[in-house]
Nanobody
Framework: QVQVVESGGGLVQAGGPLRLSCAASGRILSISFMAWYRQAPGNQRELVAAISSAGRTNYADSVKGRFTISRDAAKNTVFLQMNSLKAEDRAVYYC??????????WGQGTQVTVSS
């Protein structure tokens, strides 16, 4: 059984920061890839940021320069530091991870709401 649990979502004022955390635990092989996705009402789920086992990162254009993804590989944990939040960042944020066999794991999601 594998569990992926996000935390850190909530309500924040526009321009403020928020930090999301995600931990994968259980019968899990070595994690190769971790990422954050988000889904706003009426929209498809989209990739926000990703980080490989080697530490390479990539970001959606809409969050470049504002969001930073990082990970603690030893603890199968990934973080998303979100700064200068905008109303359009409002969404449910999902943590995603995959292992070297291609197994994929998703968290249940955490709500981020930005007030203007």
């Amino acid at each position: 059984q594998v569990q992926v649990v996000e935390s850190g979502g909530g309500l924040v004022q526009a321009g403020g920061p928020l930090r999301l955390s995600c931990a994968a635990s259980g019968r899990i092989l070595s994690i190769s890839f971790m990422a954050w996705y988000r889904q706003a009402p009426g929209n498809q789920r989209e990739l926000v940021a990703a980080i490989s086992s080697a530490g390479r990162t990539n970001y959606a254009d809409s969050v470049k320069g504002r969001f930073t993804i990082s990970r603690d590989a030893a603890k199968n944990t990934v973080f998303l530091q979100m700064n200068s939040l905008k109303a359009e960042d409002r969404a449910v944020y999902y943590c995603y991870s995959s292992d070297y066999r291609g197994n994929e794991y998703w968290g249940q999601g955490t709500q981020v709401t930005v007030s203007s």
